[in-house]
């Protein structure tokens, strides 16, 4: 965590936790997606169920999955940005679980750029201050911050797979800061989550992508340092598709 | 680091904050830079609350800091009323979805504008003064979260108020000329006397107590700092103080965490407002 985490983020109020903190795991999800959604459901835990909409915790999860920023002046008026951007909103609530109590599961839906329906569903915690973790992916149980540029990678549970990812961010002279790696069943689908310095090449990304085993790749800009101006997306590849 | 190492510093607290940061040249280049950032933003936010009365999102909130600013100064004490007023405006500008900084959290964005500015305005002293001691703030506050995190959620209004406030007397003591360790023992004075404190928002909104609450310990802040540069120390060493925070976090209840159901939330006119706002 930097300083400037600490004295930050510049946000729009009124809360770092339910407003900032909501947002940002909205756009995690929304850059974990790489689509436009045209419908996003949240689902609230805790103290986000009981005091979502006197935090604008509503319009700061809508604003997130439309990629806005914790500073951006379209928080207040998201609804009506979202129903702009032909995205369907709802919010339900629900015990999650063991979790954090600021906590929401994040439903995107959308269409790829092939045409083909999407959807990807992400559980995270706003741990104060505008600090976030995500906890699950798509049912796998991985965490990520989006302090670091986060490569996301799908596979199939084969040897050697985590081997060659990590073998290809070396090449790229890109340190790793934290790994995470969960599969539903042995030799099924897994997913490692990989926070790093600095995002790997858009090449490197590519190379993955093609290999057998690799069924799924998203490069997540770290939104803890996003901001309305877009400067973050400069560092970031967010989206590679093949 | 701990606050004891913190406070056994030779230099200014400010100076150990940053080169236990292990920053490379071009990066304390960038952590300066952002810090004069956040320093003009909350100007920008304190210039905009005073100058409103504009109601917050539920009316209950948004002229109380212009109101202070305008009224006679009946104590004839200039740099309370300028602390208050400050830090008012800035979370009345926080109730009504405006720009602020989180310092460390929105709903105690208050607290180190009112207190670290007010008394940089007060004394005339020029913004960049003001940088060091806002990174021995963010230092404090780094010290704090590292053993409890810092939301009304988790820890009570202790754990956000209790902490700007500890932030805001460690930065005014260092404007002040204090050093190192009367810096940290005013941290340490300031958590002291904020233990215990619930978060107990009406209706769940950042407004009724927060927005008069940052007043309130932007002042205590400023106390604590008086106190610290006149030599009073913490009897209980500083991290001593901040685990009793953490281990008292833990024994609130959630419905003095953030819910809005208990305390000042909890009252026939609060629970009104709640459903009034539900509908």
Redesign the interface.
């Known amino acids: 965590m930097s300083l400037l985490d600490v004295i930050g983020p510049v946000m729009v109020g009124p809360s770092s936790s339910h407003t900032a903190g909501a947002c940002r795991l909205a756009l995690l999800a929304r850059h974990a997606f790489g689509h436009a959604p045209h419908e996003a459901r949240f689902v609230l835990h805790g103290s986000f169920a009981k005091t979502a909409r006197g935090h604008g915790t509503d319009l700061a999860l809508v604003a997130g999955a439309l990629g806005a920023a914790p500073d951006d002046a379209r928080i207040p008026v998201a609804f009506a940005e979202a129903e702009r951007a032909g995205l369907a909103v709802s919010f339900t609530t629900a015990d999650l679980g063991d979790v954090h109590p600021n906590s929401v599961r994040i439903e995107l839906h959308g269409r790829d750029a092939a045409g083909a329906e999407r959807g990807l569903v992400l559980q995270g915690s706003s741990l104060g201050g505008g600090i976030v973790r995500v906890f699950e992916l798509d049912g796998f149980r991985i965490e990520f911050s989006g302090a670091a540029p986060t490569l996301l990678v799908r596979h199939v549970d084969t040897p050697g797979v985590i081997a060659r990812v990590t073998r290809v961010i070396a090449d790229d002279e890109v340190n790793v800061a934290a790994l995470y790696s969960a599969r539903k069943r042995r030799g099924g689908e897994a997913l490692m989550a990989v926070e790093c310095d600095r995002a790997i090449t858009p090449v490197a990304a590519a190379y993955l992508l093609h290999l057998n085993a690799i069924t799924w790749l998203r490069q997540v800009p770290a939104v803890m340092s996003a901001s309305s101006d877009g400067s973050h997306i400069a560092s970031a590849t967010a989206e590679v598709v093949p | 680091m701990t606050l004891a190492a913190l406070a056994a510093a030779s230099g200014p607290a400010s100076a150990a904050?940053l080169a236990d940061?292990g920053l490379s040249d071009t990066e304390r280049a960038a952590?300066l830079d952002?810090?004069r950032?956040?320093l003009g933003?909350m100007r920008d936010a304190i210039a905009r609350g005073l100058a409103s009365d504009a109601k917050s999102r539920t009316g209950m909130v948004g002229w109380n800091a212009k109101g202070l600013w305008e009224a006679h100064d009946a104590l004839s004490a200039p740099l309370l009323k300028r602390v208050q007023a400050y830090a008012m405006a800035v979370n009345e500008?926080?109730?009504?979805?405006?720009?602020?900084?989180?310092?460390?959290?929105?709903?105690s964005?208050g607290t180190?504008p009112g207190a670290l500015i007010g008394v940089g305005d007060h004394l005339g002293l020029d913004d960049e003064a003001l940088l060091l001691p806002?990174?021995l703030?963010?230092?404090i506050?780094?010290v704090i979260?590292k053993t409890m995190?810092?939301?009304?959620?988790?820890g009570g209004c202790q754990?956000e108020i209790g902490s700007s406030a500890a932030m805001a007397a460690a930065a005014v003591t260092e404007l002040l000329g204090g050093d190192a360790e009367a810096a940290v023992h005013a941290a340490a004075m300031a958590l002291m006397n904020t233990i215990g404190l619930v978060c107990d928002?009406v209706?769940?909104?950042?407004?009724v107590p927060c927005v008069s609450r940052n007043a309130f310990f932007a002042v205590h802040a400023v106390s604590s700092a008086q106190l610290a540069l006149a030599g009073l120390r913490s009897f209980i060493p500083p991290d001593e103080v901040v685990q009793a925070m953490a281990s008292v976090g833990r024994m609130l209840p959630?419905e003095l965490?953030?819910?809005?159901?208990g305390g000042i939330a909890d009252t026939p006119t609060g629970r009104r407002i709640a459903l009034e706002?539900?509908r």
Request: net charge negative; glycine share 18%.
């Open positions: 904050v940061q952590l952002g810090m950032g956040r933003e500008e926080n109730a009504r979805m405006g720009r602020i900084v989180a310092a460390p959290t929105a709903g964005a180190i806002l990174v703030a963010a230092g506050g780094e979260s995190f810092i939301a009304g959620s988790t754990a928002p209706g769940g909104y950042v407004e959630p965490r953030e819910t809005g159901e706002m539900a």
